[in-house]
C-alpha cells in the first residue's frame, strides 16, 4: 500500500513570498509544505512559478457577479493545465503545473504527485473567481489504471502509465474478447487489471478499479466508483450497449469495474471540505470527465459528422466525427462515443518528432518560407522515427523511407511535409473504407499547425478545406464538459 497517499493534500500550506493584491492575478511562486508527505520545502518547490492569465478588468468583458464559470483540468503525460471560463467559452484564467517529483522506492510516486499537483491547480486559480465556479470536469491520459482500496480510496498498487503494456495477460485477454476488439492490446486498461489480477497476491474483496480522471475526480466529490463511457472503453465498456459485455462481465475480476456514465454527468456537489478551503461556492458540482484526446478534440468544437481533427505533433493522429462506429485491432483504430455520434482515430508513426531529427526550429521556419505549397513534390517518402507503422498501413516491419535526400534542404523538407500529407490522406481513405463518414472539413492541432505551407499542402492533397484549430488545449475541452454537466 503506497502510505504516503494518506497525507492530506488538503493541509498544504501555502508560502507566497509576497502577499498577492486583491483580485488581482498575479505570477507567483508557490511553496508547498505537505507535512509528513515531505522532507523539507525545498523539495515541493519543484511546482514551478506558472503565471495565471486572467482579464485586466472583468468590466470589459462583460463579466457579471451573478454570471457563472466551468473549470476544466487536463493532466498530461507530464504536467497538467486548467482552463476556466463562461457559457460563451471566453476563457477567464488558465495555467499549468509541472508534476513534482515525488519519489518512493526508487521509483515515481504518480498518484501523489498528480494529487498534489490537483490541489495546487485549484489554489492557482484566482481568488475573486472561484465562487463563480458552477461546476468541474477533467481529463485523465486514456488507459492510466489505478487499482484503488474500496474503502480508503489510496491505490493498493502504483499506478499503471497509459503507455504500459502488459503483454502476459494477452492470451487470457484474446480467448474472451472478440477479434481485433480494442481490449487485444498490451496497453490496454483490460490488459493491466488482468496482469495485476493474476500477480498479485492479496486479499482483493475491497478494491475497485479506476482511470486517472476517476481517482482525480473522487478527491473532489467523494463518490469512489464512478466513470465516464470514454475512459472505460479500453476496459471494455461498450458504449454502444451501454454497458459491460457478458463476456467481460463473466470473469472474477469484472466485480472491480467501475459503474459507467457519459462524459460531463454531474456526480455531486464538491466536497465540503475542499469547497471551504478553496473557497467555491456551495452549489459547484463535479463531472464525470473523458481522456485527454478526446478533450483536445471537444476544445477545436467539430461538432457536425464529417469534421475532423489531425493532431501534428511528435506523431499524426486523426480523429473523425461519424455516424458510424468503427473498430479495427490491426489499424489500432476505435470509436470513441460522443452522445449520438463517434469519434473514430488512429495514429500513425509519422510526424514532427522524424522532423526535429533532421532539422532545428530555425530551419524549419526559414526553409519553409521557400516552399512553393501549390507544386507537387516528386519524392515519395514514409518518414518514420523507427521500424514499424500500424495506421494506416499495419506492417511491424516497415522501414523507415527518407532517402534519396537531394541536395536543396528546401526540396528535401518539401518532400518530407508533401509525404506525410499523402499519409493523413490514406488515413483518412481507410477510415471512410472501414465505414466512417466521409471527412469534409480538417481542423488542426499540435506544432505542425502553425506552418503555413504545410497546410496548404495538406488542403492540396486532401482536396479538402484544413485550417487552425482555434482552441487546441485539451483543459478547454474539460471545461465544456464541466458546461454541460452544469
Given amino acids: ?36 508527505c515531505e522532507n523539507s520545502v525545498e523539495k515541493s518547490a519543484r511546482l514551478k512559478t506558472m503565471v495565471v492569465g486572467c482579464k485586466k478588468e472583468n468590466q470589459e468583458v462583460g463579466f457579471q457577479a451573478s454570471e457563472r464559470l466551468y473549470l476544466g483540468m487536463d493532466f498530461g503525460t507530464s504536467g497538467a493545465r486548467f482552463a476556466l471560463i463562461d457559457k460563451q467559452g471566453t476563457i477567464h484564467a488558465e495555467g499549468k503545473r509541472q508534476y513534482p517529483q515525488y519519489m518512493r522506492e526508487k521509483t515515481m510516486d504518480w498518484a501523489q504527485s498528480w494529487k498534489t499537483t490537483l490541489f495546487s491547480l485549484l489554489e492557482d486559480i484566482p481568488v475573486h473567481l472561484r ?13 492510466t489504471t489505478l487499482i484503488i482500496d474500496s474503502n480508503t480510496g489510496e491505490p493498493l498498487a502504483r499506478p499503471y502509465l497509459y503507455n504500459e503494456s502488459c503483454p502476459d495477460a494477452l492470451p487470457a485477454i484474446k480467448s474472451i474478447a472478440p477479434v481485433n476488439h480494442t ?8 490488459c493491466k487489471l488482468v496482469s495485476w489480477w493474476n500477480n498479485d497476491n492479496s486479499d482483493k474483496t475491497s478494491t475497485i478499479l479506476l482511470h486517472q480522471a476517476d481517482w482525480l475526480l473522487w478527491l473532489l466529490h467523494g ?36 459503474v459507467v456514465k457519459a462524459p460531463g454527468t454531474s456526480i455531486a456537489h464538491l466536497k465540503g471540505d475542499v ?78 518528432a522524424v522532423l526535429k531529427e533532421i532539422f532545428t526550429d530555425e530551419q524549419l521556419e526559414k526553409l519553409s518560407e521557400h516552399i512553393n505549397p501549390m507544386e507537387s513534390s516528386p519524392l515519395n517518402y ?25 541536395e536543396s534542404d528546401v526540396v528535401y523538407l518539401h518532400g518530407i511535409l508533401e509525404s506525410i500529407a499523402r499519409i493523413e ?25 502553425k506552418n503555413d505551407k504545410w497546410t496548404k499542402i495538406r488542403e492540396r492533397i486532401l482536396g479538402l478545406p484544413v485550417s487552425q484549430a482555434t482552441q487546441t488545449e485539451a483543459a478547454y475541452g474539460a471545461a465544456l464538459l464541466a458546461m454541460k454537466g452544469a
Wanted: proline letters at 8%.
Fill in 1 to 36: 500500500m503506497l502510505g504516503s497517499i494518506s497525507c492530506s493534500s488538503l493541509s498544504t500550506q501555502v508560502l507566497y513570498p509576497s502577499p498577492p493584491k486583491p483580485g488581482c492575478c498575479t505570477a507567483r511562486r508557490l511553496l508547498v509544505r505537505t507535512g509528513p
Fill in 131 to 143: 465562487p463563480h465556479v458552477a461546476s468541474i470536469s477533467l481529463d485523465g491520459t486514456s488507459a
Fill in 183 to 190: 481490449v487485444c492490446s498490451g496497453s490496454s486498461t483490460l
Fill in 223 to 258: 463518490q469512489l466508483g464512478v466513470s465516464d463511457y470514454n475512459n472505460a472503453l479500453k476496459v471494455g465498456y461498450d458504449p454502444e450497449l451501454d454497458s459491460y459485455p457478458r463476456w467481460l462481465l463473466s470473469q472474477p475480476y469484472s466485480r472491480l469495474l467501475p
Fill in 275 to 352: 469547497r471551504t478551503l478553496f473557497g467555491f461556492s456551495e452549489d459547484c458540482i463535479v463531472c464525470t470527465g473523458t481522456t485527454d484526446s478526446i478533450a483536445a478534440f471537444l476544445a477545436a468544437r467539430a461538432t457536425k459528422p464529417g469534421k475532423a481533427v489531425t493532431s501534428l505533433g511528435s506523431t499524426l493522429a486523426i480523429k473523425l466525427l461519424s455516424t458510424t462506429r468503427i473498430e479495427d485491432a490491426r489499424y489500432g483504430v476505435y470509436s470513441h462515443r460522443l452522445d449520438d455520434k463517434w469519434l473514430v482515430g488512429g495514429a500513425s508513426n509519422t510526424g514532427g
Fill in 382 to 406: 514514409y518518414p518514420l522515427k523507427s521500424v514499424g507503422e500500424r495506421f494506416p498501413v499495419a506492417d511491424p516491419m516497415m522501414e523507415p523511407r527518407l532517402h534519396p535526400r537531394p
Fill in 425 to 449: 490522406a490514406k488515413a483518412y481513405i481507410l477510415l471512410k473504407d472501414l465505414g466512417a463518414t466521409q471527412v469534409e472539413e480538417v481542423f488542426t492541432a499540435g506544432g505542425g499547425a
